[in-house]
C-alpha cells in the first residue's frame, strides 16, 4: 500500500514539472502524471465571468485542446460539462471551491457530471468503484466533500485503493455497511467503472482534473497558468464560459 501511494505522490510531483499542452498539429508528449494541475491560485478567484475587461478569446493549444475524434453527449439538448476527476489527485480537491462557485451561476442551458477517470485500475479503480456505489445508494453527493477532505486534510491516504478501509469509512458515516458492499461488488457498479475506462481513454484525457466541454473541448486549470506559477482559477472559467459559448452557437447552426 505505502508503495503504490509513494508512487502516486511522485507522480503528482511530476506533474507540476510539465505543464498540460497539446498543441492543434504538432502535440508534445504528456505530462507524465496524470494528476495536472499546479498549485492553487489566491482562493479569491473563484469562478470568474467573461464579462471582466481581461477575458481574452481562449487560443487553441494553450487554453485548451480538440477532444478527436468528438464524443457523443448524454445530455439531451443542453451543454454538457463533464469534470474528470479522482478523489486521490490534491488539485481536484483545490478546483472544489472554486468549480462550486461556477455551479451556482452556470447558465441553464448547461448540464455538469462528475465523472472518475481511471487511468490505472489498480490505483484509480477503487476509488470510481466506490463513488459509483454511493452514487447506487443515492449518496455520491453527501459524502463528496467528505472524502476529499478524508484523504487531504485528515490525511487518510489508504482510503483512495483499500476496498476495506472504505467500507468501515463509510460504515462509521451512517452507511449500511452491506449495503455498500453489495453495491460496491455490483453488476451495474462494473459497468459503470468499465465506462470510466473507456471515457478516460476515448476522451485522451490528459490528466486530472480536467473539464470537457460538449464533448469537443479540453481544458484544465493547468492550462490557465499564471506567470507566478500558480492556476488562475478566474482566467479558467472564463475558458469555460467561452468554450460553452462556443459550443452552444455550434448547436444553434445545426438547427
Given at each position: 500500500?505505502?508503495?503504490?501511494?509513494?508512487?502516486?505522490?511522485?507522480?503528482?510531483?511530476?506533474?507540476?514539472?510539465?505543464?498540460?499542452?497539446?498543441?492543434a498539429d504538432n502535440q508534445p508528449a504528456k505530462a507524465q502524471s496524470k494528476s495536472a494541475a499546479p498549485q492553487p491560485a489566491d482562493k479569491s478567484a473563484k469562478g470568474g465571468r467573461t464579462d471582466?475587461?481581461?477575458?481574452?478569446?481562449?487560443?487553441?493549444?494553450?487554453?485548451?485542446?480538440?477532444?478527436?475524434p468528438p464524443q457523443p453527449t448524454d445530455s439531451g439538448k443542453k451543454i454538457e460539462v463533464?469534470?474528470?476527476?479522482?478523489?486521490?489527485?490534491?488539485?481536484?480537491?483545490?478546483?472544489?471551491?472554486?468549480?462550486?462557485?461556477?455551479?451556482?451561476?452556470?447558465?441553464?442551458?448547461?448540464?455538469?457530471?462528475?465523472?472518475?477517470?481511471?487511468?490505472?485500475?489498480?490505483?484509480?479503480?477503487p476509488m470510481a468503484r466506490a463513488y459509483y456505489a454511493l452514487d447506487a445508494l443515492g449518496l455520491s453527493g453527501k459524502f463528496h466533500d467528505g472524502i476529499f477532505n478524508a484523504i487531504h486534510k485528515d490525511g487518510n491516504k489508504a482510503l483512495v485503493t483499500d476496498p476495506r478501509v472504505m467500507t468501515d469509512w463509510f460504515a462509521s458515516k451512517g452507511v449500511d455497511r452491506q449495503k455498500f458492499i453489495d453495491a460496491y461488488n455490483s453488476f451495474a457498479v462494473n459497468g459503470r467503472v468499465k465506462r470510466s475506462e473507456d471515457m478516460t481513454?476515448?476522451?485522451?484525457?490528459?490528466?486530472?482534473?480536467?473539464?470537457?466541454?460538449?464533448?469537443?473541448?479540453?481544458?484544465?486549470?493547468?492550462m490557465t497558468v499564471g506567470a507566478d506559477g500558480n492556476a488562475s482559477y478566474e482566467r479558467f472559467f472564463q475558458v469555460v464560459d467561452q468554450l460553452i459559448a462556443r459550443a452552444r452557437q455550434e448547436r444553434a447552426g445545426k438547427k
Open positions: 500500500m505505502r508503495q503504490i501511494w509513494m508512487k502516486l505522490i511522485l507522480l503528482c510531483i511530476a506533474a507540476l514539472l510539465v505543464p498540460m499542452v497539446h498543441a471582466s475587461p481581461a477575458a481574452q478569446p481562449p487560443v487553441l493549444g494553450r487554453d485548451y485542446t480538440l477532444i478527436n463533464i469534470e474528470f476527476f479522482w478523489y486521490g489527485c490534491i488539485h481536484c480537491y483545490h478546483l472544489e471551491d472554486p468549480l462550486k462557485a461556477w455551479l451556482k451561476r452556470k447558465p441553464a442551458d448547461v448540464e455538469f457530471r462528475y465523472v472518475p477517470a481511471i487511468f490505472d485500475a489498480a490505483s484509480w479503480g481513454r476515448s476522451y485522451d484525457v490528459p490528466g486530472t482534473p480536467a473539464l470537457a466541454i460538449d464533448g469537443k473541448y479540453m481544458t484544465g486549470p493547468s
